[in-house]
């Protein structure tokens, strides 16, 4: 059974032709085969046109058979699995499939953009620096929509991925990335030295370019297969592209599991990060384009792309094959198009003699060999319909026509060199053989310092590797980097180097005339090799161009940066497990399904979830935070503290250790209390607060900020094992093993006395005491401490008896119309009190002293980790930012972050500041705004006015006291009744 | 006491939950001996475990083991190890509440991890015990092999993510997603 | 990505089981330091194209500090050696002469002796970079 007009009547290792597949191209309904890939499936189909170029909208054909595909870039799939700029090379074609051209507007046959084509003199190299650097009126109004419209490449997917992608490490002594009779023989003789071999194919399929070059190669791939297979540790891995070699042995690899097939039910795709001890690049080598006028025209292919999809797909690119080359390899091409008996009108070979094996055998089949021969143009514009030749070393006068539609030129291999170079190996030009390999003596080295990538086969630059037919057949190439080689300016506008940046010659010619010497400048002026092919057909001859302007040796040139990936990756690939729910770990409470269930409205704090505060009803957060102080000042409320640190800190010389940890004296907290203190860095910085408990004589509990607990605990350990080693102290973070309950207002004691179990009375537990024992049956730490100025108790519990606790309490104090609260009816409530909160009034560069926080420094230790920053002149400078309460004139809440001006400009031009807001809220308790803030010389500056302008507004307020509530803390005892 | 989370071709994904974990850090070199009686096990070796089968001793850091008992048992292990440390430099803690346990069985459940540990398991010995990380967040590793759990892997983490160890597990063991090559 | 072996577990970590800590053999001056002395702790790095020595911390694994002795260039690793070092060991100092041969101690600078690892000089101890939380 044959699909479309150009497939042909036999052949195809890699089709199945009893099962045809249906598939939809630019709305058009087409025919293609099992195994194969979208672009043969085109091709078979007749269709040469399948995009349009970037810059130039040129018509586009397919120019190549893997992964180095410049032109054939589609956008595949529909809705929620649109995914833009898909190689039609390497996609295999799956029923159903529906791909569409990018870069055509409005259409394929009619693109609009095409203008830019015949503008092309108005486009030339860094075209955009220069328009942009000096816009005119003609190209503000005229060119730049039109360039604008046309911008970009594919268009972006507007819905989320539907798709599961997923990770995997990896690890094995040898990875050999390359499946082709080079990476298979390296792999047999890594598996036969032992250890663990993996061997990675970017293709559906193993033996590379052999089973089509080399009469009986499939063979030879088979009875490879074989013995790896027959081996316990090779794992053989088909679909996987090896993308990045990163420092110390890291790859990553993709492996394509159900791409665009979403019927499988498998992961689309999935990313391999295998940690190897040596990798083996059997990567092959790329063909590299010929630079003659008209060589973007489609038709124009590579030679043996031409041959893989006679071979492999059964299908024909062109009836009349027109071969041109500089060395021996392409007459393969014209050997196969025979075969299947397509016309072979032509092969012009630019070397003056073609007298290898190869060649003889072409001539003896009949094929017309023009030697010392180019191509002077391309006849046809949406296609090739024939071909003039000239002298290769002329300047293009022509010495006949040939009637042709396809052109399949080799202007010889470039060994694949990408992962060899993306960690750090260098690469060494080869004048005789004309490509870039390898340096053996500079390889990529691992941790031990010693190589750890061996290149073998073609990607090393033994192209003779994949001639199994045992001779090493081939004559010389002979370098050719522009056709004709005097070719005039006129020709050297149409010789395209990057078909998909649109980089033609003439370009790198004017980058090296305007100055752009270094090849990394080049390549950013006149961006070629930048689009996402990163120029796998186009650097080496770019280069080349660019040392004959410059008239240096290719070597002295040198390459581009190689970077990863090889090709793209899409993000789900990347993202892998990380969305959707589990985009990031979220930490609940114990005690986090209650809020749940009863409509906490959730803040994120760190990677926790704690409830903002509980709505009711029609209620709105403010409404909701207002009821939940006034319940709480006037009653009691609940507080779900449980992610708030807790360290311990147990030692002969945790005392000692702690004196130096926090800026107070804590050595010196007697058993059974508790005091707040603060933790600077040793830059001199607040950094945490919290109340520490001494729990016993060697052992202190430290709570510590909700966000600070892991970094707190890193700080202590870092300290114990860097500097202090020989100091008695062990640490654990049990932030995780207690539940954590405040329980405020002024009927705390009540709720709390009918759970029974503890007396906590004010006579058996005072301010800043603890005690330990039960609640309600459950075990239980109680410390008396209070961020709000309520009788307040926080009462700690295992952590799996959280809940049941919080039930106890809610229960026992429902006839107090106990309310649950949230963060910011805590925040509300410590600012009233005029309490700090770390990250509202510190920044990172906010020293205690700023906060009127003297009574918790001590003055009596000879160090702690802060002081000496903190003796530091400006540190010590009555010129800094203070705290003081501020009082907005006209009853308005102050904006979070306005910063109060003062005369004069700075040297900016900007008006001086004298301080700014750190909190700012609206008081329920009080019925009007609260705020404080940072102010110059602040506390002495009692009464003032301040003036804070923002955009369009300006607010006033006056400097007050920061405590706003309850001045003489008659409130920390409760009700009188309670 | 175990909860199914998700049974695939792939693995089994199980919730285990009532165990009793003892916090203990001290100089091993010194009072390993005495922690090892009073725990009723050996004393492991740097990245290992013992086990009866019943009682779990894992070695956590130089200055660091984690004692596994029957929930039942808690109380006294901590008062049993707590009182052979008499004297000695150490800490002792109850922290049966901090972590999550699950059991990772089935066919195939070492690819289960291989997604979401950064760590070379396949050649971990039986008796190893890693710290690693599962996706974001940190866990302990260790190969299981007995009559009521199967055969497989434990794995903890911190009890905050419990929820997200449950999740991303499960995603790893999604039917249709083993890791042979095909 | 770097593999770094904790020399406390004997794990081979990879970077994302680890937490960088800057520089190791940092000398702490604390009150009445000079501000010249003060300054040089807390801000002044050396940044080595080469050889350097650096605090890293087994963060998803055991939770300790070691020591790393690394090319930041090639990022070989000569070894790993734990935080409770004066200064490098004589293996650590050896593996690096070994491969540099041209490689100098920088200890003179620091501390006004001889390089260390080869007598028993007295060396920086090594120091948190205490500017983690500045
Ligand atoms: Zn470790």
Known sequence: ?978 | MADAITMTPLAGIAEIRGLGMVLIRADLGRAGDAIAEAAGLALPETGRFTTDGLRWLGWMSPDELLLIVPGSERGRAVADVAGALTGEHALVQDVSDMRCVFDVTGRKPGQVLAKLCPADLETRPRDGLRRTRAAQVACAVWRIDGAETGRGWRLIAFRSVRDYVAQVLAGAAAPGSDLDPR | MLILTCPYCGVAAEETELHPGGEAHLTRHGPGSTDADFEWYLFARRNPKGVHFERWRHLYGCGKWFLAARDTVTLQVFGTYPAQSKYPPREIIAAIRADRPDWVPHWDEITGDSAPGVGNDPAPNPTPARDSFA
């Not at chain 1, 029923?95 to 108005?122: E, K, S, Y």
């Not at chain 1, 793209?568 to 979220?586: H, K, M």
Request: glycine share 12%.
């Open chain 1, 1 to 978: 059974m044959t699909t479309g007009p150009f497939r042909l009547p036999a052949g195809g290792r890699l089709i199945d032709r009893s099962k045809p597949l249906g598939f939809r191209f630019e709305g058009r309904q087409m025919t293609g085969f099992s195994g194969d890939t979208l672009a043969s499936a085109l091709l078979g189909s007749g269709q040469r046109v399948v995009g349009r170029s970037f810059k130039y909208h040129r018509p586009r054909g397919i120019l190549a058979s893997g992964a180095e595909e410049p032109n054939a870039l589609l956008g595949l799939g529909q809705g929620g699995r649109f995914e833009p700029n898909q190689r039609a090379t390497t996609t295999p074609l799956v029923q159903g499939m529906v791909a569409t051209a990018q870069n055509a507007w409005p259409g394929l046959n009619r693109d609009f953009g095409a203008i830019n084509d015949a503008l092309w003199r108005f486009l030339p190299a860094g075209f955009y620096y220069k328009t942009f650097m000096a816009p005119r009126r003609a190209w503000k109004s005229v060119f730049e929509p039109i360039i604008r419209r046309a911008a970009g490449l594919g268009r972006a997917p507007e819905l989320p991925d539907p798709d599961r992608y997923e990770q995997a490490y990896g690890f094995a002594d040898v990875v050999v990335v390359g499946g082709g009779i080079a990476g298979l023989n390296a792999a047999l003789d890594a598996a036969r030295r032992g250890g663990r071999v993996i061997v990675l194919e970017q293709a559906a399929h193993w033996g590379g370019r052999t089973p089509v070059d080399h009469p009986g190669g499939q063979g030879r791939v088979d009875a490879l297969l074989a013995e790896l297979r027959a081996l316990r540790n090779v794992t053989l891995r088909r679909n996987t592209m090896a993308t990045g070699l990163y420092d110390h042995g890291y790859l990553l690899a993709r492996e394509a599991l159900a791409d665009h097939d979403p019927n499988a039910g498998l992961p689309r795709q999935r990313l391999w990060r295998i940690r190897a001890g040596h990798v083996i690049t059997a990567t092959g080598a790329l063909e590299r384009p010929l630079s003659f006028a008209g060589n973007d025209v489609p038709g124009v292919m590579l030679a043996s792309a031409v041959r893989d999809y006679i071979v492999d797909h059964g299908v024909a690119p062109g009836r009349r094959i027109a071969v041109v080359t500089n060395n021996d390899d392409a007459y393969r091409t014209a050997l196969v198009a025979l075969d299947a008996g397509l016309a072979v009108p032509v092969v012009l070979d630019a070397r003056p003699v073609a007298d290898g094996l190869l060649p003889g055998e072409a001539r003896a089949r009949g094929v017309r060999v023009e030697t010392g021969c180019g191509i002077a143009r391309v006849l046809g514009r949406k296609g090739v319909s024939g071909v003039e030749f000239c002298a290769q070393d002329g300047s293009g006068a022509p010495l006949g026509t040939v009637d042709c539609d396809v052109i399949a030129m080799s202007g010889g291999w470039s060994p694949a060199d990408h992962l060899w170079s993306h960690c750090g190996g260098k690469l060494v030009w080869d004048d005789a053989r004309a490509f870039f390999a390898p340096d053996p003596s500079r390889q990529p080295t691992g941790a031990d310092g010693r190589g750890n990538v061996t290149p073998v086969g073609a990607a090393s630059g033994d192209l003779a590797v994949a001639a199994l037919t045992g001779a090493a057949d081939a004559a010389a190439i002979l370098p050719v980097w522009v056709m004709p080689a005097n070719a005039p300016a006129k020709m050297r506008f149409k010789m395209w180097l990057d078909f998909q940046n649109d980089v033609k010659v003439s370009d790198v010619e004017l980058a090296a005339r305007e100055g752009y010497a270094s090849v990394e400048h080049a390549k950013r002026y006149t961006t070629l090799g930048m689009a996402t092919d990163q120029g796998k057909t186009s650097n080496i001859n770019g280069l080349a161009v660019l040392s004959a302007t410059l008239d240096q040796p290719i070597a002295a040139t040198g390459t581009t940066t190689f970077r990863p990936p090889y090709t793209p990756l899409t993000f789900g690939t990347i993202a892998a497990e990380a969305r959707g729910a589990v985009f990031q770990p979220l930490r609940k409470t114990p005690i986090h399904g209650w809020h749940e269930a009863n409509g906490a409205d959730w803040e994120p704090v760190g990677l926790w979830r704690r409830p903002y505060c509980y709505p009711r009803g029609a209620e709105t957060r403010g409404q909701a935070v207002a009821r939940e102080i006034r319940a709480v000042r006037s009653g009691v409320g609940t507080l779900d503290a449980s992610t708030l640190g807790k360290i311990l800190v147990k030692g002969p010389d945790a005392g000692r250790f702690l004196d130096m940890i926090y800026t107070g004296m804590m050595s010196s907290l007697p058993v059974g209390k508790c005091r707040y203190g603060l933790m600077c860095s040793e830059n001199g910085f607040l950094v945490d607060d919290g109340v520490a408990v001494r729990l016993a004589e060697d052992t202190w509990l430290c709570h510590t900020t909700t966000g600070g607990a892991e970094r707190i605990h890193g700080h202590m350990e870092d300290w114990l094992q860097c500097e202090w080693w020989d100091w008695q102290v062990y640490t654990a973070n049990l932030t995780e093993q207690f539940a954590q309950i405040a329980v405020v207002g002024p009927y705390a004691r009540r709720v709390l006395a009918k759970l029974g179990g503890m007396d906590l009375s004010a006579a058996a537990l005072p301010f800043m005491g603890w005690a330990e024992g039960e609640l309600a049956g459950i075990p239980v730490r109680v410390y008396r401490i209070s961020f709000s100025g309520e009788l307040s108790f926080e009462i700690a519990a295992p952590a799996n008896r959280g809940l049941q606790l919080w039930q106890a309490i809610h229960e026992a104090g429902a006839e107090f119309d106990i309310t649950p609260y949230g963060t910011e009816a805590m925040h509300v409530m410590r600012a009233e009190k005029g309490f700090i909160m770390i990250g509202d009034e510190t920044d990172g560069t906010v020293i205690p002293q700023d906060l009127n926080l003297h009574w918790a420094i001590s003055r009596k230790k000879p160090d702690f980790i802060g002081k000496r920053a903190q003796e530091r002149s400006f540190m010590a400078s009555p010129d800094r930012w203070r705290l003081v309460g501020l009082e907005s004139l006209d009853g308005r809440v102050l904006p979070d972050g306005a910063l109060a001006v003062a005369d004069g400009v700075n040297a900016n031009g900007q008006r001086n500041s004298q301080g700014r807001v750190t909190s700012t809220y609206h008081s329920p308790t009080l019925d009007r705004p609260i705020a404080m803030g940072l102010v110059h010389h602040g506390p002495e500056r009692m009464g003032e006015v301040l003036e804070f302008p923002v955009p369009g507004d300006s607010f006033r307020a006056r400097i007050v006291d920061p405590v706003f509530y309850d001045k003489e803390g008659a409130k920390a005892e409760g009700a009188a009744d309670g």
